[in-house]
């Protein structure tokens, strides 16, 4: 059983800082990819970040520049530090776990809230 366990959302200003960090436990091949994707309401989930347990990462367009993922594979954990938020940036943020040949193996924390005010 694998569980994935996200901390650090919450409110913060325009042009502020928030650090997510998400704890991955159970068993886990070493070989995956991990990520942040979020959901704004009345929107379709959509990929903020992913990185490799080999360290390659990929970014969306509107958080290139101010958003980094970095990973502690011996912790099994992913952190997402949000610079220069924006209100577009409000969305509940997910944590993804996946690998295998087609990413069969696909696991999602429960969320966390980020709410940027103008």
Known sequence: QVQLVE???GLVQAGGSLRLSCAA???IFSINAMGWYRQAPGK???LVAAITSGGSTNYADSVKGRFTISRDNAKNTVYL???SLKPEDTAVYYCNLRWGPGYEY???GQGTQVTVSS
Request: glycine share 20%.
């Open 25 to 27: 436990s159970g068993s």
């Open 44 to 46: 379709q989930r959509e």
């Open 7 to 9: 901390s650090g959302g």
């Open 81 to 83: 530090q949000m610079n």
């Open 106 to 108: 696909d696991y999602w």
